[in-house]
């Protein structure tokens, strides 16, 4: 079966960290683009970080540019979001994105929720 399964979200205060993961099973991550979505309350899902698949270069959201890490182990099959200095307004769920290098194949997570409050 195949599944994407994000963990690590809670509650945390302004200033903050948290990592998030994501784990692969029923397909192997190493030829997939991944990305980190989230999806704010009233907002439109928006591309937070996203990681290449052979190269691993990656690129940010201008928001988060500094503050988030984006960084894959193929080796465990997973990808990981760390969020430094977290800021109320990266509130959102987080959902984790695999699109496939050589074709339109794609999966997603179920989300995890990342609440910044004091």
């Known amino acids: 079966q195949v599944q994407l399964v994000e963990s690590g979200g809670g509650l945390v205060q302004p200033g903050g960290s948290l990592r998030l993961s994501c784990a692969a099973s029923?397909?192997?991550?190493?030829?997939?683009?991944m990305s980190w979505y989230r999806q704010a309350p009233g907002k439109e899902r928006e591309l937070v970080a996203g990681?290449?698949?052979?190269?691993?270069?990656?690129n940010y959201v201008d928001s988060v540019q500094g503050r988030f890490t984006i960084s894959r182990d193929n080796a465990k099959n997973t990808v990981y979001l760390q969020m430094n200095g977290l800021k109320p307004e990266d509130t959102a769920v987080y959902y984790c994105?695999?699109?496939?290098?050589?074709?339109?194949?794609?999966?997603w997570g179920q989300g995890t929720q990342v609440t910044v409050s004091s």
């Open positions: 994105n695999a699109q496939y290098d050589l074709g339109p194949r794609a999966y």
């Open positions: 029923g397909f192997s991550l190493s030829r997939y683009a």
């Open positions: 990681i290449t698949s052979v190269r691993g270069r990656t």
